[in-house]
């Protein structure tokens, strides 16, 4: 049995047999109906067009002014390097760390792995440390948060127009056009398509050599044959019970050494796991840890703001107030959704998780891993109120006419963000539906 012709899945482990996928199309899982898999005509033409393009507009974004404000003929314009030193000169350095790594060091890094991987191969070479560089741009994806930039520049820039007049720079039309291209270079990538070309392409004499899909048919046989003489009933086949581990970076199937938890992926040297390692103890600390953060992030003020009129300290909710009174109840709506509601839904929604999966709950497996996919997807989001305090810390710099400064809860704020991305991260959904395999395994 070749390797295509089976195919693990990342969310159940539920090992199955791979079908003709048609051009376009993705391939399911039969359990639990996470993607496994998706044929994308020339792939990898069209992410080297998009990672072309995004550098470009990267390059310009982090050159050019985003946005400017005047007040008395005095113009203030701000690039994105320089609200991010501003903050780090207020004494918010985690702000300004977080900020940094996120919109311009994670989306850097991102785009330049994407065009070392794919320039090479549009020359029919094997890129230089491939697998390093795969997994670095792996890594990166999901912390570059460009699109939620964008959100928060415009929010910023409904709260600046009733301080001054807006003066929009280059910048923020190219950010704008590096969201949409960095978002289609990622669709556009194809892993198992990448993988397919570094193998038939030459490799350079001092190339590091990239292992080849290793075989897991004597594990799936195995399996069967345990299966036939009543080891285990017919029913269900995991990964784990075969002893195979799916990468889930690059979605090769590999082997697992006997008695061991995790090892190195063979391809793209990615740690490989048939169950995260303390998942829930991980992501209990991770957890609380947020919801000890998550009081002073809401009560604290977030942003200091003085003028002539004396000082004001606003916290998130009153910002949210602020622009539902002015008339932007669409952005106080989104700025409300994004910085309240999500934090607290995936702080009640990862414990949910946590604690349903610690006791064993066999029930509506298939709706708590959607519920896990849906906290991984909006996590991001919540970084919506911490670029738009970046933009009014940057730009409302008037000295004795109006100053605005990031508060304490920034950085409380921004410490659940990064903490419930990891606690999501650290959860392993497959643990759901070991549940179910013990419940089915002692009914038997």
């Not at 047999?17 to 020339?42: H, V």
């Not at 460009?146 to 923020?172: N, P, Q, R, W």
């Not at 109006?402 to 410490?415: C, D, H, K, N, Y």
């Not at 963000?417 to 038997?444: G, K, Q, Y």
Request: hydrophobic share 55%; glycine share 6%.
């Amino acid at each position: 049995m070749k390797r295509a012709e089976l195919l693990v899945c990342h969310d159940c482990d539920l090992m199955q047999r791979g079908a003709p996928c048609p051009p376009g199309g993705t391939l399911r899982c039969l359990r639990c109906n996470a993607e496994l898999e998706r044929n994308l005509p020339e792939s990898l033409g069209r992410a080297l067009a998009f990672a072309l393009g995004a550098f470009v507009l990267f390059v310009i974004s982090n050159l050019y002014p985003i946005v400017g404000l005047s007040v008395n003929g005095n113009l203030v314009r701000t690039t994105l390097w320089h609200a991010v030193e501003i903050l780090y000169l207020d004494g918010m350095w985690p702000i300004a760390a977080l900020v940094f790594a996120t919109t311009i060091l994670m989306p850097g890094m991102q785009v330049v792995c994407l065009l070392s991987l794919l320039v090479p191969l549009a020359f029919n070479r094997a890129p230089w440390q491939a697998p390093l560089l795969f997994r670095v741009m792996y890594i990166a994806r999901p912390w570059g948060m460009t699109e939620v930039l964008i959100l928060g520049l415009l929010v910023a820039l409904v709260k600046l127009s009733h301080i001054a007049t807006v003066v929009t720079g280059v910048a923020l039309w190219s950010f704008g056009a590096l969201m949409l291209v960095l978002a289609g270079a990622s669709a556009a990538f194809d892993a198992r398509q990448f993988w397919s070309r570094v193998a038939r392409a030459p490799q350079p004499a001092n190339a590091v050599k990239v292992a080849d899909a290793p075989s897991v048919t004597t594990n799936f046989a195995r399996g069967q044959q345990a299966g036939a003489r009543g080891e285990r009933a017919a029913g269900p086949l995991t990964g784990a019970a075969c002893g195979i581990a799916r990468c889930h970076a690059c979605g090769l199937l590999a082997r697992m050494p006997a008695a061991a938890h995790a090892a190195t992926c063979p391809r793209c040297g990615s740690a490989l796991h048939l169950r995260k390692v303390a998942s829930l103890s991980r992501t209990w600390a991770l957890l609380v840890a947020a919801m000890v953060l998550y009081v002073p992030a809401n009560v604290l003020p977030v942003m200091d703001t003085s003028s002539l009129f004396g000082t004001q300290k606003d916290t998130i909710m009153s910002g949210v107030v602020y622009l539902w009174v002015s008339g932007s109840w669409p952005l106080a709506l989104l700025v409300f959704i994004a910085s309240i509601a999500v934090p607290m839904l995936k702080i009640l929604g990862l414990s949910y998780l946590t604690w349903t999966t610690q006791r064993r709950w066999t029930w509506l497996p298939e709706q708590r891993t959607r519920i896990y996919r849906l906290i991984e997807l909006v996590g991001r989001w919540s970084m919506l109120d911490i670029y738009v305090i970046t933009m009014l810390v940057a730009l409302v710099q008037f000295n004795a006419l109006a100053t605005i400064r990031a508060g304490p809860a920034a950085i409380a704020f921004g410490a659940v963000v990064i903490l419930t991305m990891f606690a999501a991260n650290m959860f392993d959904p497959r643990l759901i539906w070991d549940a179910m395999e013990r419940e089915n395994a002692s009914a038997r």
